[in-house]
């Protein structure tokens, strides 16, 4: 998109023009599954508090990936219920092929969720054995382009992965992410497996410093991730009850993540005391069931984001979208009506008082991401010749936050003087030919052997003695002023 759009964010750009489709097809949907004036106006008044509490555009490309993922669902699992729309069953595809497009690893998240409901659909919404047929071959006629295209997808995306170009960096990302997001041991406990490894290389590694493009290549940091990772005893109640532990934890993190699963146990309690078909009670009780098991086997792992969280949230919230559309309550029992529209009403108040509460921040072109982003607190890099290399936290809450809340791109200039010295793009093909026209395909050995060159850290030891180890025992450092309020470091050897 680079190419055609010099001084927008054309990822964005896509992302939220898709975004806002699949909530107007959502509305959409609604319209044709909420009958009644106040069923439609509730559930639209709710699809906006979530669209805006949720802070959806401006939320990760996981959640995103989920959200399109979700709406698609939506739209090809209607289609069981009545005549098949060619229209809706061709959006359904958009957005389910868009998911995967995003991220394939949060797209998967939501499949559990639509064999569920073709499951219940399909054997038991059925009066015999010829309609449970009927039902499989309409399935098979709505889901088949969804199927083969994401076949295909996922065809490619794994030639892509394991191409002579790119797999070394994908199993280098692969086995960063062992060393990063997942549990480790202490050094003390693999020391016997790492025989040619300091107790400071370890530390280093771990601490997200990958500048050492020589030393730190993919099959070190597998050595280090095989070594180091912690195996968990799926047997172990220890192993149970501490994964519980995080998932609870995790999910009581935050505000809004409490509030969706209050709402999903309000929807939950209401489906169940309906007078909904047992089925169709018994597939929210698996729904809730199922996002328990994925969470609690990401929290076994050790690694459970909130994205992954909310992502999951947004699976089983497609499924009571649809069975709350078909929810029954022949029996008009006055006790059970006061519920129901007190819980709605506790709903509907919790989510308004929460949204006004929500920290709008001021609007920021995306059609502007490109251009004219004050550089001011950067200029003093811009020396000719002149190179700071940065700690990953120190970058991420300086520069990088600083460009974030102006809505800009970091620019060419700041890109050419500035260099983070531990991120997701090291071992990448695209990364490496950036350091080489830097001119520091190894920016460790530029810290100490280039003229210019600096240092930017809160604390540079773990460097400092990592270089003395690699490099030159006798390398000494010594601070040569500070850069947005973070010690500016020289490595000298001695």
Known sequence: LHDFLTNEDGYLLLTRVLLLAAIWCLGCLMAQMLHGGRELLGGYFLLFLLVVNASLFFDYFTIWAAFFCSVGMLLL??????????????????????????RIESALLILPFLGLHLFIVCIFDASGKEQ???HLKKAGKILFPSVLLVIILCGIDYSYKHSEKYADGVAYNNAISTIIDFPMNDFEEVEEFLQDVSQNDYAVIRGGIYADTEYFNTAYALKIGNAGSRQMDPLAPEEFIRANR????????????????????????????????????????????????????????????????????????????LLVSQMEWRKRIEWKKWIQKGLFALVFCVLCLDTLSYPFIPHQSILKAGTEADESRWESTYEE????????????????????????????????????????TYGQVYFNNYLKRLGIPNPVRALLEREKTWYVADDPCLLLVYLQEHYDETTTV??????????VWRFVKG
Request: hydrophobic share 50%.
């Open 77 to 102: 699992l209607h289609q069981m219920k009545r005549d098949a729309d060619q229209i809706q069953i061709v959006t359904g595809t958009l957005f389910l092929v868009c998911g995967f497009l995003w």
């Open 132 to 134: 449970r047929i009927s």
């Open 246 to 321: 995080i998932l609870s934890e995790m999910v009581t993190s935050s505000k809004k993540t409490v509030f969706y699963y209050v709402v999903l146990a309000v929807l939950l309690f209401l489906i169940i005391l309906s007078d909904s078909k047992w089925y169709y009670r018994l597939e929210a009780v698996l729904a809730c069931l199922g996002a328990y098991v994925i969470l609690f086997y990401f929290a076994f792992l050790g690694r459970l984001p909130l994205r992954v969280i909310n992502s999951v949230t947004y699976g089983v919230y497609g499924i009571f979208l």
């Open 385 to 424: 010749g002149a190179l700071y290399i940065w700690g990953g936290s120190e970058y991420v809450f300086h520069p990088m936050e600083d460009f974030r809340a102006q809505g800009k791109l970091m620019t060419d200039q700041f890109m050419d003087h500035n260099v983070c010295a531990g991120c997701w």
């Open 478 to 487: 010594r601070q040569e002023g500070e850069l947005d309020g973070v010690p």
